[in-house]
Protein backbone atom coordinates (compact mmCIF):
# COMPACT_ATOMS: atom_id res chain seq x y z
CA UNK A 1 0.00 0.00 0.00
CA UNK A 2 2.69 2.69 0.82
CA UNK A 3 6.47 2.55 -0.05
CA UNK A 4 9.02 1.99 2.87
CA UNK A 5 12.89 2.11 3.25
CA UNK A 6 13.31 -1.68 3.71
CA UNK A 7 16.18 -1.46 6.48
CA UNK A 8 14.16 0.62 8.33
CA UNK A 9 11.18 -1.95 8.26
CA UNK A 10 13.50 -4.78 8.88
CA UNK A 11 14.66 -3.00 12.20
CA UNK A 12 11.41 -1.82 13.18
CA UNK A 13 9.68 -5.31 12.38
CA UNK A 14 13.05 -7.00 14.66
CA UNK A 15 12.87 -5.12 17.44
CA UNK A 16 8.94 -5.39 17.48
CA UNK A 17 9.34 -8.84 17.39
CA UNK A 18 11.47 -9.48 20.33
CA UNK A 19 9.27 -7.45 22.11
CA UNK A 20 6.27 -9.19 21.77
CA UNK A 21 8.41 -12.52 22.31
CA UNK A 22 9.95 -10.95 25.14
CA UNK A 23 6.30 -10.25 26.52
CA UNK A 24 5.25 -14.21 27.05
CA UNK A 25 8.33 -14.59 29.36
CA UNK A 26 10.00 -17.60 30.62
CA UNK A 27 8.09 -18.35 33.69
CA UNK A 28 6.60 -21.53 34.29
CA UNK A 29 2.62 -20.30 34.74
CA UNK A 30 0.50 -21.12 31.79
CA UNK A 31 -0.45 -17.86 30.51
CA UNK A 32 3.13 -17.31 29.44
CA UNK A 33 3.75 -20.52 27.16
CA UNK A 34 3.49 -19.96 23.13
CA UNK A 35 0.60 -21.09 22.05
CA UNK A 36 2.10 -24.19 20.63
CA UNK A 37 2.22 -25.64 23.80
CA UNK A 38 -1.41 -27.36 23.77
CA UNK A 39 -4.11 -26.78 26.44
CA UNK A 40 -2.17 -28.03 29.30
CA UNK A 41 -4.52 -29.13 32.41
CA UNK A 42 -2.49 -26.54 34.29
CA UNK A 43 -4.13 -23.47 32.45
CA UNK A 44 -5.36 -21.73 29.42
CA UNK A 45 -3.63 -21.62 26.09
CA UNK A 46 -2.60 -18.24 25.69
CA UNK A 47 -3.02 -16.47 22.05
CA UNK A 48 -1.67 -13.39 20.65
CA UNK A 49 -3.52 -10.99 18.75
CA UNK A 50 -2.56 -7.89 16.50
CA UNK A 51 -4.77 -5.47 14.73
CA UNK A 52 -4.14 -3.86 11.59
CA UNK A 53 -5.79 -0.61 12.96
CA UNK A 54 -4.77 0.92 16.30
CA UNK A 55 -7.20 -0.30 19.16
CA UNK A 56 -9.51 2.80 19.31
CA UNK A 57 -10.01 3.19 15.26
CA UNK A 58 -14.07 2.76 15.10
CA UNK A 59 -13.65 -0.63 12.91
CA UNK A 60 -11.50 -2.81 16.19
CA UNK A 61 -12.31 -0.99 19.15
CA UNK A 62 -15.72 -2.83 19.57
CA UNK A 63 -14.51 -5.87 17.61
CA UNK A 64 -11.74 -7.22 18.82
CA UNK A 65 -12.99 -7.31 22.57
CA UNK A 66 -16.53 -8.55 21.07
CA UNK A 67 -14.28 -11.49 19.63
CA UNK A 68 -12.03 -12.00 22.50
CA UNK A 69 -14.98 -12.08 25.06
CA UNK A 70 -17.24 -14.65 22.77
CA UNK A 71 -14.04 -16.63 22.54
CA UNK A 72 -12.64 -17.29 25.88
CA UNK A 73 -16.16 -17.82 27.05
CA UNK A 74 -17.08 -20.10 24.50
CA UNK A 75 -14.14 -22.00 25.55
CA UNK A 76 -14.61 -22.07 28.99
CA UNK A 77 -11.33 -20.78 29.89
CA UNK A 78 -9.41 -23.33 27.60
CA UNK A 79 -7.56 -19.65 25.56
CA UNK A 80 -6.53 -16.73 26.83
CA UNK A 81 -6.28 -14.20 24.30
CA UNK A 82 -3.67 -12.02 24.28
CA UNK A 83 -4.13 -8.53 22.45
CA UNK A 84 -0.97 -7.50 21.80
CA UNK A 85 -2.14 -4.06 20.01
CA UNK A 86 -2.33 -2.44 16.87
CA UNK A 87 0.72 -1.35 14.40
CA UNK A 88 2.48 0.38 17.10
CA UNK A 89 3.24 -2.85 18.31
CA UNK A 90 3.54 -4.93 14.89
CA UNK A 91 4.44 -3.14 11.43
CA UNK A 92 1.04 -3.74 9.20
CA UNK A 93 2.83 -5.14 6.35
CA UNK A 94 4.85 -7.22 8.17
CA UNK A 95 1.69 -8.73 10.03
CA UNK A 96 0.41 -10.85 7.69
CA UNK A 97 3.68 -13.11 7.73
CA UNK A 98 3.90 -12.73 11.48
CA UNK A 99 0.80 -14.86 12.10
CA UNK A 100 1.81 -17.13 9.29
CA UNK A 101 4.79 -17.99 10.87
CA UNK A 102 3.92 -18.13 14.21
CA UNK A 103 5.04 -14.31 15.74
CA UNK A 104 1.75 -13.95 16.82
CA UNK A 105 -1.27 -16.30 16.32
CA UNK A 106 -4.21 -14.75 15.50
CA UNK A 107 -4.60 -11.36 13.04
CA UNK A 108 -7.11 -9.46 12.55
CA UNK A 109 -6.11 -8.08 8.88
CA UNK A 110 -7.12 -6.95 5.71
CA UNK A 111 -5.78 -8.30 2.11
CA UNK A 112 -5.26 -4.70 1.40
CA UNK A 113 -1.83 -5.56 3.11
CA UNK A 114 -1.57 -9.17 1.87
CA UNK A 115 -3.27 -9.51 -1.22
CA UNK A 116 0.49 -9.54 -2.64
CA UNK A 117 1.24 -12.27 -1.13
CA UNK A 118 -1.95 -14.36 -1.88
CA UNK A 119 -3.82 -12.58 -4.72
CA UNK A 120 -6.89 -14.68 -4.70
CA UNK A 121 -7.42 -12.90 -1.08
CA UNK A 122 -8.70 -9.27 -3.26
CA UNK A 123 -11.73 -11.10 -4.15
CA UNK A 124 -13.23 -10.47 -1.23
CA UNK A 125 -13.75 -7.01 -1.90
CA UNK A 126 -16.00 -8.58 -4.74
CA UNK A 127 -18.23 -10.57 -2.75
CA UNK A 128 -21.89 -9.56 -2.72
CA UNK A 129 -22.92 -11.86 -0.12
CA UNK A 130 -23.23 -11.67 3.71
CA UNK A 131 -20.22 -13.70 6.07
CA UNK A 132 -23.25 -16.02 6.54
CA UNK A 133 -24.09 -16.32 2.54
CA UNK A 134 -20.56 -16.81 2.09
CA UNK A 135 -20.42 -20.00 4.47
CA UNK A 136 -23.69 -21.44 2.52
CA UNK A 137 -22.42 -21.26 -0.78
CA UNK A 138 -19.19 -22.44 -0.71
CA UNK A 139 -17.09 -19.34 -0.98
CA UNK A 140 -16.55 -19.23 2.69
CA UNK A 141 -14.72 -22.90 2.40
CA UNK A 142 -12.93 -21.87 -1.13
CA UNK A 143 -11.01 -19.46 1.26
CA UNK A 144 -10.30 -21.10 3.92
CA UNK A 145 -8.98 -23.61 2.05
CA UNK A 146 -6.36 -21.16 0.09
CA UNK A 147 -5.59 -20.20 3.47
CA UNK A 148 -4.73 -22.82 4.50
CA UNK A 149 -2.12 -23.24 2.00
CA UNK A 150 -0.30 -20.49 2.94
CA UNK A 151 -0.22 -21.84 7.08
CA UNK A 152 -3.03 -19.86 8.09
CA UNK A 153 -6.73 -20.81 9.17
CA UNK A 154 -9.33 -18.73 8.01
CA UNK A 155 -12.27 -17.79 10.76
CA UNK A 156 -13.94 -15.63 9.30
CA UNK A 157 -14.91 -11.90 8.48
CA UNK A 158 -14.53 -9.06 11.12
CA UNK A 159 -15.70 -6.29 9.11
CA UNK A 160 -18.68 -6.13 6.78
CA UNK A 161 -21.83 -4.08 5.66
CA UNK A 162 -18.84 -0.56 5.35
CA UNK A 163 -18.22 -0.34 1.35
CA UNK A 164 -15.75 2.29 0.22
CA UNK A 165 -16.69 5.69 -0.41
CA UNK A 166 -14.91 8.97 -2.38
CA UNK A 167 -14.66 11.37 -0.20
CA UNK A 168 -13.90 14.94 -2.12
CA UNK A 169 -13.29 18.72 -1.10
CA UNK A 170 -14.42 19.86 -4.65
CA UNK A 171 -18.37 19.29 -5.35
CA UNK A 172 -19.06 17.77 -8.43
CA UNK A 173 -21.69 16.83 -10.89
CA UNK A 174 -20.41 14.02 -12.73
CA UNK A 175 -17.81 11.66 -13.12
CA UNK A 176 -16.03 13.21 -15.68
CA UNK A 177 -15.41 15.95 -12.86
CA UNK A 178 -13.27 13.41 -11.45
CA UNK A 179 -10.78 13.33 -13.94
CA UNK A 180 -6.90 14.76 -13.29
CA UNK A 181 -8.25 15.25 -9.17
CA UNK A 182 -5.51 13.76 -7.15
CA UNK A 183 -6.87 11.21 -4.52
CA UNK A 184 -5.33 9.56 -1.80
CA UNK A 185 -5.20 6.10 -2.48
CA UNK A 186 -4.60 2.23 -1.94
CA UNK A 187 -4.12 -1.20 -3.45
CA UNK A 188 -7.97 -1.89 -3.25
CA UNK A 189 -9.17 0.61 -5.16
CA UNK A 190 -5.88 2.44 -7.63
CA UNK A 191 -6.93 1.17 -10.39
CA UNK A 192 -10.57 2.07 -10.19
CA UNK A 193 -9.66 5.79 -9.97
CA UNK A 194 -7.04 4.69 -12.99
CA UNK A 195 -9.89 3.81 -15.21
CA UNK A 196 -11.47 7.53 -13.77
CA UNK A 197 -8.74 8.80 -14.82
CA UNK A 198 -7.98 10.12 -11.91
CA UNK A 199 -4.47 10.34 -10.04
CA UNK A 200 -3.63 7.91 -6.92
CA UNK A 201 -1.55 9.17 -4.52
CA UNK A 202 0.29 7.37 -1.71
CA UNK A 203 -0.18 9.22 1.26
CA UNK A 204 0.72 7.59 5.23
CA UNK A 205 -2.68 7.89 6.99
CA UNK A 206 -1.15 10.38 9.53
CA UNK A 207 -0.33 12.55 6.76
CA UNK A 208 -3.90 12.61 4.66
CA UNK A 209 -5.69 15.98 6.82
CA UNK A 210 -2.37 17.97 6.17
CA UNK A 211 -2.47 16.57 2.34
CA UNK A 212 -6.06 17.86 1.80
CA UNK A 213 -5.58 20.87 4.10
CA UNK A 214 -2.86 22.29 2.17
CA UNK A 215 -4.59 20.76 -1.27
CA UNK A 216 -2.24 18.17 -2.00
CA UNK A 217 -4.93 16.17 -2.64
CA UNK A 218 -8.50 16.46 -3.54
CA UNK A 219 -9.91 13.78 -2.07
CA UNK A 220 -9.54 10.21 -0.21
CA UNK A 221 -11.53 6.72 -0.96
CA UNK A 222 -12.54 5.28 2.98
CA UNK A 223 -15.74 3.89 3.87
CA UNK A 224 -18.00 5.74 6.24
CA UNK A 225 -16.41 5.30 9.73
CA UNK A 226 -13.53 6.96 10.77
CA UNK A 227 -12.39 10.40 8.45
CA UNK A 228 -15.32 12.77 11.02
CA UNK A 229 -13.16 11.23 13.94
CA UNK A 230 -10.16 11.91 12.15
CA UNK A 231 -10.94 15.81 11.34
CA UNK A 232 -10.38 14.88 7.94
CA UNK A 233 -13.91 16.03 7.01
CA UNK A 234 -13.03 19.61 8.31
CA UNK A 235 -11.16 20.10 5.28
CA UNK A 236 -13.26 17.51 2.59
CA UNK A 237 -16.65 18.72 2.78
CA UNK A 238 -18.58 16.14 0.48
CA UNK A 239 -19.09 12.51 0.41
CA UNK A 240 -20.25 11.07 -3.48
CA UNK A 241 -22.89 8.89 -2.03
CA UNK A 242 -22.09 5.73 -4.40
CA UNK A 243 -20.69 2.66 -2.58
CA UNK A 244 -18.80 -0.20 -3.78
CA UNK A 245 -16.79 -3.29 -3.11
CA UNK A 246 -17.43 -5.22 -0.34
CA UNK A 247 -15.02 -5.15 3.14
CA UNK A 248 -11.56 -7.34 3.17
CA UNK A 249 -11.11 -7.87 6.51
CA UNK A 250 -10.55 -11.15 8.34
CA UNK A 251 -9.64 -13.32 10.98
CA UNK A 252 -6.62 -15.10 10.41
CA UNK A 253 -5.17 -17.47 12.47
CA UNK A 254 -1.57 -19.64 12.57
CA UNK A 255 -2.34 -23.22 11.97
CA UNK A 256 -0.06 -24.32 14.72
CA UNK A 257 -1.79 -22.11 17.34
CA UNK A 258 -5.20 -23.73 15.98
CA UNK A 259 -3.90 -27.25 16.04
CA UNK A 260 -2.74 -26.49 19.63
CA UNK A 261 -6.19 -26.89 20.85
CA UNK A 262 -8.21 -29.67 21.19
CA UNK A 263 -10.75 -31.13 18.35
CA UNK A 264 -13.89 -30.09 20.56
CA UNK A 265 -12.23 -26.37 21.20
CA UNK A 266 -11.24 -25.75 17.32
CA UNK A 267 -14.61 -26.27 16.70
CA UNK A 268 -16.30 -24.21 19.10
CA UNK A 269 -13.85 -21.52 17.73
CA UNK A 270 -14.91 -21.87 14.48
CA UNK A 271 -18.57 -22.09 15.50
CA UNK A 272 -18.40 -18.57 17.77
CA UNK A 273 -16.89 -16.94 14.92
CA UNK A 274 -19.37 -17.74 12.85
CA UNK A 275 -21.92 -16.31 15.76
CA UNK A 276 -19.81 -13.33 16.26
CA UNK A 277 -20.27 -12.19 12.39
CA UNK A 278 -23.90 -12.08 12.92
CA UNK A 279 -23.45 -9.85 15.60
CA UNK A 280 -20.77 -7.66 13.70
CA UNK A 281 -23.30 -7.03 10.39
CA UNK A 282 -25.56 -5.53 12.66
CA UNK A 283 -23.77 -3.65 14.43
CA UNK A 284 -21.88 -2.27 11.47
CA UNK A 285 -24.71 -1.40 9.80
CA UNK A 286 -26.24 0.74 12.53
CA UNK A 287 -23.06 2.06 13.32
CA UNK A 288 -22.65 3.89 9.63
CA UNK A 289 -26.49 4.85 9.40
CA UNK A 290 -25.62 6.99 12.26
CA UNK A 291 -22.51 7.82 10.83
CA UNK A 292 -24.25 9.24 7.51
CA UNK A 293 -26.36 11.33 10.15
CA UNK A 294 -23.64 12.57 11.93
CA UNK A 295 -21.63 13.78 8.77
CA UNK A 296 -24.92 16.09 7.02
CA UNK A 297 -25.02 17.36 10.70
CA UNK A 298 -21.29 17.94 10.37
CA UNK A 299 -22.14 19.73 7.13
CA UNK A 300 -20.80 16.99 4.79
CA UNK A 301 -22.93 17.47 1.74
CA UNK A 302 -23.73 13.90 0.03
CA UNK A 303 -23.46 13.77 -4.26
CA UNK A 304 -25.99 11.14 -5.63
CA UNK A 305 -24.94 10.19 -8.73
CA UNK A 306 -27.47 9.78 -11.30
CA UNK A 307 -29.07 6.57 -12.18
CA UNK A 308 -26.73 5.97 -15.64
CA UNK A 309 -23.73 7.25 -14.08
CA UNK A 310 -24.14 4.66 -11.16
CA UNK A 311 -24.56 1.70 -12.90
CA UNK A 312 -21.29 3.00 -14.95
CA UNK A 313 -19.50 3.22 -12.36
CA UNK A 314 -20.26 0.24 -10.94
CA UNK A 315 -19.63 -1.32 -13.79
CA UNK A 316 -16.14 0.15 -14.34
CA UNK A 317 -15.33 -0.89 -10.43
CA UNK A 318 -16.23 -4.64 -11.10
CA UNK A 319 -14.32 -4.52 -14.34
CA UNK A 320 -11.30 -3.17 -12.93
CA UNK A 321 -10.99 -5.26 -9.81
CA UNK A 322 -11.71 -8.23 -11.39
CA UNK A 323 -9.38 -7.82 -13.93
CA UNK A 324 -6.31 -7.21 -11.33
CA UNK A 325 -7.57 -10.44 -9.85
CA UNK A 326 -7.57 -12.63 -13.07
CA UNK A 327 -3.82 -11.30 -13.81
CA UNK A 328 -2.91 -12.22 -10.58
CA UNK A 329 -4.51 -15.87 -10.25
CA UNK A 330 -5.69 -16.89 -13.89
CA UNK A 331 -5.93 -20.75 -12.32
CA UNK A 332 -8.50 -19.62 -9.82
CA UNK A 333 -10.46 -16.47 -11.83
CA UNK A 334 -13.55 -19.35 -12.89
CA UNK A 335 -13.99 -20.53 -9.96
CA UNK A 336 -13.92 -17.18 -7.96
CA UNK A 337 -16.14 -15.64 -10.45
CA UNK A 338 -19.04 -18.73 -10.01
CA UNK A 339 -18.74 -18.72 -6.16
CA UNK A 340 -19.46 -14.94 -6.63
CA UNK A 341 -22.04 -15.24 -8.96
CA UNK A 342 -20.26 -12.44 -11.55
CA UNK A 343 -21.43 -12.97 -14.80
CA UNK A 344 -20.67 -9.38 -16.86
Known amino acids: MFKFNRTRIFILSFISCMLILAGCGNGSSPAS ?21 A ?36 PVGDQFDAVRNGVVDIGFNVSSYYGHLMPEAHSLNMSPFTPAEERENGYFDYMADRFEK ?48 MVPMEVNPGDVYT ?18 LNGWTEVTKYLIDEPFFN ?8 VKAFQSLSPENQQKLRDVTKEFEQEMVAYFKKENEAEKKALQEKGVELIKLSPDESRSFQDIVKKEKWAVIEKAVPDQIADLKKLLQYNP
Open 33 to 53: QPASSGEASAGAVELKLVSFL
Open 55 to 90: LDHPFPKDMVPLWKEKVEKALNGAVKIRVVGGPESL
Open 150 to 197: NNLVYLGRWLSESPYYFWTNKKISSLSELQGTKFRSNSTYHEVMLALN
Open 211 to 228: SLERKMVDGFGFPLLGPR
Open 247 to 254: QNATIIMN
